[in-house]
């Protein structure tokens, strides 16, 4: 099911409407005290057990599960499997358990957790409890390795499908990646996003960069300590219009449901781990943007990343293929989202209309002359040079290095000069994607012909290429709610009520109320509690706790 499609209903109801208390497994610690206080917000009875706390306080927790006061507990996999949480549990009653994030099971998924591997003892140590496992992403063999390797036997499986409607996705050719994402940005002032980079260096640079622009943008990755870390965690689901700029440390803990674009300045590994980075926009169903560059660089690196890896050759082989899925995917000329969701088994024939094919549908050129210049010059040049030299080359450039080569004396010196240093970058990216050229990591990533190359070159084949967008057209994102200048005095109220009664408990705004249900108290302006009631995400427990507070301020408006 998608992340926002409703998972953790799936075991909560259940856990609550039997008796004895529900066990979740989950690897996400940090996410586990979030959790916990949204539930408590929604008076249910809902406690954590994982090594971030302390001696005492796991005690207090194990007496409220023995003594049958909890409905819903967390645990950590490593935790669960000790003998003695294991012994505690016998005596509490467990109901069910629920497997989250059930795809680290999987070696052939992209999060492996040694731990889940043991998760199958649960079957042989209570074998009459049910047990539920869950994912936002499983490919058919991921979903076939969490049935064997959990030992489910005949399982019910449900798939609900992959797709996020709300997600606009859009992929440019990386140019100026700076310039690039300040546009993007440009558009989107105070909304909170994520910002994707590959190397903690680039994440420093990049939020550095922001900064100075104005915007209100923090780092995040493995090398800053722990403090800031939580620290600049904490203002980013706090705030608003915060942008997080982080590797891919950042996120796996993060359930913030206002998150409004998660932006990509370098290829993910693959497209399981794309989909599951750009999952963690629009939440709440908003409308919200993955947005990505890419050029020939990424395809080099993250292709040398491949090679040079301490894995075996079986798992290499893995990694190569689901790299080469993803680049596939960044140069289709059809709909994105139809086949994103091919690709996790889910045939779709409808154009979807939000994203960037869709709405601006590339151009496609006859490249056939273009790439039999380029494949020459390759070969020409002795297969030694990476694309930019070769580009040099084409387009007639006496560098030293040139000369020193002799290449300004080659058939092939300036036959280029009709396509710019750009288009030439788009064609040799094109041509290493489809396979007509090999990027050599053994020799600083010289570009050689593969056997595909042969029939282009000999005029046996053609070729149609991409035609690299310079400049996206403007699109305004539609939005559910246009707030008139009157409401929005009311919308600022409403938010500075949230934001008070948020700081107080110490939980975070969405927690209180998400920004949907703030909508339609300005759209609908209840007067009365049982008018509140009626509005998304207000129940019994937080009518009571917050219900006067909020009509107040309606009512003052
Ligand atoms: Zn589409």
Not at 111 to 136: G, N
Not at 150 to 155: E, I
Not at 222 to 233: E, I, K, M, P, V
Request: with cysteine.
């Amino acid at each position: 099911m998608p992340t926002g499609g409703g998972k953790s209903l799936c075991y909560q109801l259940p856990a609550l409407a039997l008796p004895g208390m529900g066990v979740i497994v989950s690897p996400l610690i940090a996410l586990m005290s979030d959790q916990v206080l949204a539930l408590e917000q929604l008076a249910v009875s809902a406690a954590y057990l994982n090594s971030s706390q302390s001696l005492d306080e796991q005690n207090h927790v194990m007496r409220r599960a023995a003594a049958g006061e909890l409905d819903l507990l967390y645990v950590a996999p490593e935790r669960l499997l000790q003998p003695a949480t294991l012994d505690f549990l016998s005596r509490c009653n467990p109901n069910l358990f629920a497997i989250d994030e059930a795809h680290c099971v999987s070696t052939w998924g992209h999060d492996f957790r040694e731990d889940y591997l043991h998760l199958h003892h649960l079957k042989t140590l209570f074998p009459d409890v049910p047990r539920i496992a869950l994912t936002a992403t499983a490919d058919q063999r991921t979903q076939q390795d969490i049935v064997t390797r959990l030992d489910l036997q005949d399982p019910d499986i449900y798939v609900e499908g992959f797709d996020r409607p709300n997600i606009c996705y859009t992929v440019h050719p990386k140019q100026e990646p700076k310039r690039q994402l300040l546009e993007f940005l440009a558009e989107r002032a105070n909304e909170a996003g994520i910002v994707y980079c590959l190397s903690r260096k680039s994440v420093e640079q990049t939020a550095f960069y922001l900064s100075e622009q104005g915007y209100t943008a923090l780092p995040y990755h493995a090398g800053l300590d722990s403090r800031t870390r939580s620290n600049h965690q904490k203002r980013f689901l706090a705030e608003d219009a915060v942008i997080i700029v982080a590797t891919i440390a950042f996120g796996m803990s993060i359930d913030k449901p206002d998150v409004r674009f998660v932006v990509h300045m370098d290829l993910p590994k693959s497209v399981e781990a794309y989909y599951q980075e750009t999952g963690r926009g629009g939440r709440d169903g908003e409308p919200a943007d993955a947005w990505m560059v890419y050029g020939l660089q990424d395809v080099v690196r993250l292709g040398r990343m491949v090679d040079e890896s301490q894995a075996d050759p079986a798992h290499k082989r893995i990694e190569r293929t689901k790299l080469d899925g993803l680049l596939g995917w960044c140069e289709l000329t059809t709909c994105r989202r139809q086949a994103l969701l091919n690709y996790f088994g889910e045939p779709s024939s409808a154009q979807c209309g939000n994203c960037d094919v869709c709405l601006n549908p590339p151009v496609t050129w006859d490249a056939t002359e273009a790439a039999q210049k380029a494949l020459s010059c390759v070969y020409r040049t002795g297969q030694r040079f990476g694309a930019a030299y070769v580009t040099d080359v084409l387009r007639g450039e006496h560098t030293d290095r040139i000369k020193l080569n002799g290449h300004d004396q080659l058939t092939t010196f300036g036959i280029g000069t009709d396509i710019s240093d750009q288009q030439w970058r788009s064609i040799f990216r094109q041509l290493v994607v489809r396979g007509y050229l090999t990027v050599d990591h053994a020799h600083h990533g010289a570009l050689k012909l593969s056997e595909d190359s042969r029939a282009l070159l000999k005029g046996d084949a053609e070729l149609q290429l991409r035609e690299d967008q310079t400049k996206a057209k403007k699109r305004r994102r539609k939005s559910t709610y246009k707030l008139e200048i009157e409401d929005e005095d009311l919308m600022e109220a409403l938010r500075d009520l949230r934001k008070e009664i948020a700081t107080e408990a110490g939980i975070p705004p969405y927690v209180v109320f998400h920004d949907a249900t703030l909508l339609e108290m300005v759209e609908l302006r209840p007067n009365t509690a049982a008018n509140l009631l009626e509005l998304t995400g207000i129940g019994q427990a937080k009518l009571s706790k917050y219900g006067d507070q909020f009509l107040q301020v309606i009512k003052a408006h």
